[in-house]
């Protein structure tokens, strides 16, 4: 172990509105500059005092007779910002007079394992553990995630940490450091933690296949990370199953992402992964993103296991496991997953909101309130099993996929992917999907002063209403997240961004002229808000 280096908490005098780099139970902001009209927000010195704050905020949370050390463990994705913030959140943390276990080149779902895990020799389990990533967003972008033996935290958590780093802050740059100053500092330790939590994935596969050493013989899967941090997928978890890898790609880090976003939602990144899988006669293919608690699958014949098949097919592995039980997944979902879900599967399907914590943490509720749920999902990739503590892990779903391929070879050495998209057949698909974002212009003088949000509210108040007089349209029963209805053989939802003046607009419809008809009620009841920029909606009709 040696001292952490640096001496002040934060050498600054800038004035910064912390606030603003909340982001839903997530902090992000711009960290590196060169990007017009992006100027730097989340800066060393700001990071430093984050940092900081949530030791604060974690010892005050453990709610320990008088001061004591805590031992917090830090880990980056593969972003180009990653080593200059993790130290400035190591000098945080150690200033403080707490202990960091530096994990280097880490998956977000790792970061929370490191709370659970109980490992003596590698200081495990720890306190708290901060993921420094952004998810798939550009190159400039960083951020914090946060995580206790609980789980991730929530806003509520964010904003006092925020509120909490803003006045660290403000001490500093007026020398009230005193008391920090007078603390020990704390210690800095070097782990490969990502070797422990691969070898937790490895042990899960090989249980499922009646503890075979190499279960995966024989398979040939190819993995894309997207040049993020899910390259340990390969050489941690695949090969040692025995697994063949070859025509794997982008699994060198390069935080400026040369070859495509690293996001499974992406068009290009999923093309990138279907012609992996078919250049190598690959068996199955894998992607995940930049901080791998998202994923998504290819089968052999090209076919992407991604969105509502994704969740379809966890449904289905999930319900095999745990028969009738609630899956909840965020609003965007379609009608035929709900149909596949309850009458082929015989579970229930629960939609709720956009929102991956939202998602998680209503499965959470239900299952307190005596509904039982075991899977929440959203339709980008995070996926979370009661079974894996409630975490969105992307590598933990592909083991899923592993177990349910590893157990179907025991009984047919020369089964493959088909296994998987077979668990999907009979998944109704719309034809045409498609997703519009209605912006609203906070300067227009329609909204008089007031709220993006409150505008928003009142378009979607007017739509209801309107819809609720047209014949042909029937609003959804059950509805937690804007305004959902069916009609002309598909359905819409128009809602509020849960953080940005735009109102999301997805239509799913068996043909272009059924989404059109769709889209054109929409356009009939928002076209009274001159504030509601309709241009992507007009192109959308004009097609």
């Known amino acids: 172990m040696a001292a952490a280096q640096g001496s002040s908490v934060v050498p600054s005098s800038a004035k910064v509105d912390f606030l603003k780099l909340q982001n839903g139970s997530d902090i992000r902001g711009v960290a590196v500059g060169g990007v017009e009209g992006e100027p730097v927000n989340l800066t060393e010195p700001v990071t430093e005092a984050i940092a900081s704050a949530f030791a604060a905020w974690l010892l005050n949370k453990k709610k320990a007779d008088g001061w004591r050390r805590l031992r917090i463990s830090v880990g980056h994705d593969s972003r180009i910002s990653a080593h200059k913030l993790q130290d ?17 080149l880490a998956s977000t779902p790792a970061m929370f394992n490191s709370t659970l895990t109980e490992d003596e020799i590698n200081h495990c389990p720890v306190d708290g553990a901060i993921m420094i990533t952004a998810s798939h967003l550009p190159y400039n972008r960083n951020g914090l995630k946060f995580f206790t033996s609980a789980g ?21 740059s007026h020398g009230s450091t005193q008391e920090l100053e007078q603390a020990s500092k704390g210690e800095v330790s070097n782990v490969d933690y990502m070797s422990i ?30 040049n993020g941090a899910g390259g340990f997928f390969v050489d941690k978890v695949l090969k040692p199953l025995g697994a063949i890898t070859t025509g794997s790609q982008f699994l060198e880090p390069d935080g400026m992402f040369p070859n495509h976003i690293p996001n499974p939602e992406d068009k290009t990144a999923m093309k990138a992964i279907t012609q992996a899988v078919a250049d190598n006669k690959a068996d199955l293919g894998i992607i995940f993103d930049t901080d791998v608690d998202r994923s998504a699958a290819v089968d052999s014949s090209g076919r992407e296991l991604n969105r509502n098949r994704l969740i379809a097919l966890m449904s289905a592995i999930v319900l095999e496991e745990h028969p009738g039980t609630t899956i909840v997944t965020d609003s965007v979902t379609s009608d035929g997953l709900t ?5 082929k599967l015989g579970g229930k399907h629960h939609r709720f909101k956009r929102g991956y914590k ?42 899923k996929l592993l177990n349910k391929l590893a157990a179907a070879r025991i009984l047919n050495p020369n089964v493959g992917s088909k296994v998987l998209t077979d668990l999907v057949e009979g998944l109704e698909e719309a034809s ?38 047209d014949e042909y349209l029937c609003k959804a029963p059950k509805n937690y997240e804007g305004v959902r209805v069916s009609g002309y053989g598909g359905w819409f939802l128009l809602r509020l961004s849960l953080h940005d003046p735009v109102l999301p607009l997805n239509i799913e419809a068996p043909s272009k002229d059924d989404a059109i008809k769709l889209g054109l ?8 808000f001159p504030a509601l920029d309709i241009t992507a909606l007009n192109k959308f009709l004009q097609q």
């Open 339 to 343: 149909t596949f879900i309850e009458n």
């Open 152 to 172: 991730g935290l929530n806003k509520a958590d964010i904003k006092d940490i925020l509120e909490r780093a803003s006045r660290i802050y403000e001490d500093s």
């Open 197 to 226: 939590y691969a070898s937790d994935l490895v042990k899960a596969v090989r249980k499922s296949a009646g503890n075979k050493e190499k279960p995966l013989e024989g398979l040939h899967i190819v993995v894309d990370a997207g």
């Open 88 to 104: 400035a959140v190591t000098l945080g943390i150690t200033t403080a007079g707490h202990d960091v276990l530096q994990f280097g």
């Open 432 to 469: 045409v999907t498609v997703e519009i974002r209605l912006k609203i212009d906070q300067n227009h003088a329609d909204l008089k002063g007031g709220s993006f949000r409150d505008y928003g509210e009142a378009v979607l108040k007017h739509l209801e209403n309107a819809i609720s007089k």
């Open 358 to 399: 939202n998602v998680i943490d209503e499965a959470i509720r239900l299952n307190t309130i005596g509904e039982e749920s075991h899977l929440a999902m959203e339709t980008s990739g995070h996926g979370a099993l009661k079974e894996n503590h409630w975490l969105d892990d992307g590598a933990y779903l592909m083991v």
């Open 521 to 528: 009620a929409v356009l009939t009841a928002v076209s009274e």
